[in-house]
């Protein structure tokens, strides 16, 4: 293990942001992890836990230690003739762990396919899409104690998943490091066709009984067709979570703008679209500066090139305002602010 100072963070985010660390660690075992824990006290500096780097934005140079998880392997951990345990160290990468098990037909992350990032993230958010989240499939996880070095492991109870949160976005932010997860997958699918535009794929290309592989692809193609691809536009996908507000505050909005869509959400709340409210004030394909609203997907912001993590909090910030004065509906970021 070797801690090496002022290290560019532009290869290790996906909005391609120029940021130094004042430290860069690299792991790749869960020794590490632990030694590097117990060896310096942590707790008393700035620490960024790095994955992919596909969820965050570097506000200005981390004063701090970033320690990017590199720990490999996937493993079946206990099966059945209906379902398999699988364990997937926190650095594979998402998107090679779902190809795996399509190619094994264990169903359940399909639908989550091309999703950037590692596995050890995927957690901090519950990730989602095309009508499901990891919270379906998720088993357990393992993660060392930054203060202790000691690894503990959480159940599905345990990570309190929410949309787009668990508990170590909130009491257990910035406490653990997530080291290895287990996904309860299906070795007969139940296919879930019915989000988006899956079915249409489907029927455009002729297929009456799709397998998961058939999903997955289907998935591919309709996120390559919709967002931009990090490699050639920098961002972090969905800037901003979809707002969930009362649902007597719903009704007053549709009596006044007719078109505005909704879903039930828990606790007689509504869930509004961010893209939507965001479009409606005309921000979609806006350019500022180096920074936009993407002409596609308009809750995807994105550097034009040589963006700072700054130029895309205020392009933020004003999309926020515009969204307050016309609904008074407060949307709120979905990917990590890091400064
Ligand atoms: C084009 C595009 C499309 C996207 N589509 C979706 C989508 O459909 N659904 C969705 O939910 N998300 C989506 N995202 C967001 C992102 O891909 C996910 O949130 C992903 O899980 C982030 O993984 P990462 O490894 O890149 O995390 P990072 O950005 O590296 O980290 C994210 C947060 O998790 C923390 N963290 C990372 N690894 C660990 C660890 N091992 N232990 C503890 N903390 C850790 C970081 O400190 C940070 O706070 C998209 C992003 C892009 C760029």
Same mark, same amino acid.
């Given at each position: 293990?070797?801690?090496?100072?002022?290290?560019?963070?532009?290869?290790?985010?996906?909005?391609?942001?120029?940021?130094?660390?004042?430290?860069?660690?690299?792991?790749?075992?869960?020794?590490?992890?632990?030694? *590097?824990?117990?060896?310096?006290?942590?707790?008393?500096?700035? *620490?960024?836990? *790095?994955?992919?780097?596909? %969820?965050?934005?570097?506000?200005?140079? =981390?004063?701090?230690?970033?320690?990017?998880?590199?720990?490999?392997?996937?493993?079946?951990?206990?099966?059945?003739?209906?379902?398999?345990?699988?364990?997937?160290?926190?650095?594979?990468?998402?998107?090679?762990?779902?190809?795996?098990?399509?190619?094994?037909?264990? +169903?359940?992350?399909?639908?989550?396919?091309?999703?950037?990032?590692?596995?050890?993230?995927?957690?901090?958010?519950?990730?989602?899409?095309?009508?499901?989240?990891?919270?379906?499939?998720?088993?357990?996880?393992?993660?060392?104690?930054?203060?202790?070095?000691?690894?503990?492991?959480?159940?599905?109870?345990?990570?309190? =998943?929410?949309?787009?949160?668990?508990? =170590?976005? %909130?009491?257990?932010?910035?406490?653990?490091?997530?080291?290895?997860?287990?996904?309860? *997958?299906?070795?007969?699918?139940?296919?879930?066709?019915?989000? +988006?535009?899956?079915?249409?794929?489907?029927?455009?290309?002729?297929?009456?009984?799709?397998?998961?592989?058939?999903?997955?692809?289907?998935?591919?193609?309709?996120?390559?067709?919709?967002?931009?691809?990090?490699?050639?536009?920098?961002?972090?996908?969905?800037?901003?979570?979809?707002?969930?507000?009362?649902?007597?505050?719903?009704?007053?909005?549709?009596?006044?703008?007719?078109?505005?869509?909704?879903?039930?959400?828990?606790?007689?709340?509504?869930?509004?679209?961010?893209?939507?409210?965001?479009?409606?004030?005309?921000?979609?394909?806006?350019?500022? +500066?180096?920074?936009?609203?993407?002409?596609?997907?308009?809750?995807?912001?994105? %550097?034009?090139?040589?963006?700072?993590?700054?130029?895309?909090?205020?392009?933020?910030?004003?999309?926020?305002?515009?969204?307050?004065?016309?609904?008074?509906?407060?949307?709120?970021?979905?990917?990590?602010?890091?400064?």
């Amino acid at each position: 293990m070797r801690i090496f100072q002022n290290i560019s963070l532009k290869p290790y985010n996906t909005f391609g942001i120029e940021a130094n660390a004042s430290q860069f660690v690299e792991l790749q075992t869960l020794e590490e992890v632990q030694v *590097l824990c117990q060896t310096f006290n942590l707790t008393d500096r700035k *620490l960024l836990i *790095l994955g992919g780097g596909s %969820n965050i934005l570097l506000t200005k140079d =981390f004063d701090g230690m970033a320690i990017k998880i590199n720990l490999k392997g996937i493993e079946i951990v206990k099966e059945n003739d209906e379902e398999v345990w699988v364990q997937a160290m926190a650095g594979e990468s998402w998107h090679s762990f779902v190809t795996h098990c399509v190619e094994k037909n264990w +169903g359940g992350v399909e639908n989550l396919s091309l999703i950037p990032g590692c596995v050890g993230a995927a957690p901090m958010q519950n990730i989602g899409a095309y009508g499901t989240e990891i919270k379906a499939v998720f088993s357990s996880l393992k993660a060392v104690e930054i203060a202790t070095g000691e690894m503990v492991e959480f159940n599905n109870e345990a990570c309190e =998943f929410g949309y787009r949160e668990s508990v =170590f976005k %909130n009491k257990y932010k910035g406490k653990y490091i997530i080291v290895s997860v287990i996904f309860k *997958l299906n070795k007969k699918p139940i296919l879930n066709v019915s989000y +988006g535009a899956i079915q249409d794929v489907l029927n455009e290309k002729g297929i009456t009984s799709p397998t998961i592989q058939d999903i997955s692809n289907a998935v591919i193609a309709i996120r390559q067709s919709k967002l931009p691809n990090p490699a050639e536009l920098g961002n972090a996908g969905s800037f901003f979570k979809n707002p969930e507000i009362p649902a007597e505050q719903y009704q007053r909005l549709k009596n006044e703008f007719t078109e505005i869509p909704g879903y039930p959400a828990p606790n007689n709340q509504v869930k509004v679209p961010a893209g939507w409210l965001i479009e409606q004030c005309q921000w979609k394909g806006k350019i500022v +500066g180096n920074t936009g609203a993407h002409k596609n997907q308009a809750l995807v912001l994105v %550097n034009y090139g040589n963006a700072t993590g700054n130029e895309i909090l205020n392009l933020a910030k004003q999309i926020q305002d515009s969204v307050y004065n016309q609904f008074k509906i407060n949307i709120s970021p979905e990917v990590n602010l890091i400064d």
